[in-house]
């Protein structure tokens, strides 16, 4: 089992910009890829970003520009750089790890309001 946490999330203005985290407990060696989803009021849970252990990342067409998914190399850690926040951005960031095609844990959420 993993244990992942996520902070940073917070209440700000439109065009403003926001740093989320995301740590696991334990060092995972095999390869796996780590990703940020949302999901807003009544709506389903979407993929904004994610980025394999080698570095390749990916992002859904609403962010692409605005946010920056990144991690560290040594240790199980992963940044969502958002920039350019809109209200639209609004809803609860979840962070996600999965290991090979089986394994999968999530974070608790963190709250994103983006509100004038």
């Known amino acids: 089992q993993v244990q992942l946490v996520e902070s940073g999330g917070d209440l700000v203005h439109p065009g403003q910009s926001l740093r989320l985290s995301c740590a696991a407990d334990?060092?995972?060696?095999?390869?796996?890829?780590m990703g940020w989803y949302r999901q807003a009021p009544g709506k389903e849970r979407e993929r904004v970003a994610t980025?394999?252990?080698?570095?390749?990342?990916d992002y859904v067409d609403s962010v692409k520009g605005r946010f920056t998914i990144s991690r560290e190399q040594t240790e199980v850690k992963m940044y969502l750089d958002m920039t350019d926040l809109k209200p639209e951005d609004t809803a609860v960031y979840y962070c996600?790890?999965?290991?090979?095609?089986?394994?999968?844990?999530w974070g608790q959420g963190t709250q994103v309001t983006v509100s004038s």
């Open positions: 334990r060092s995972i060696l095999m390869p796996n890829t």
């Open positions: 996600h790890l999965k290991i090979g095609r089986v394994y999968s844990y």
């Open positions: 980025i394999t252990s080698g570095g390749f990342t």
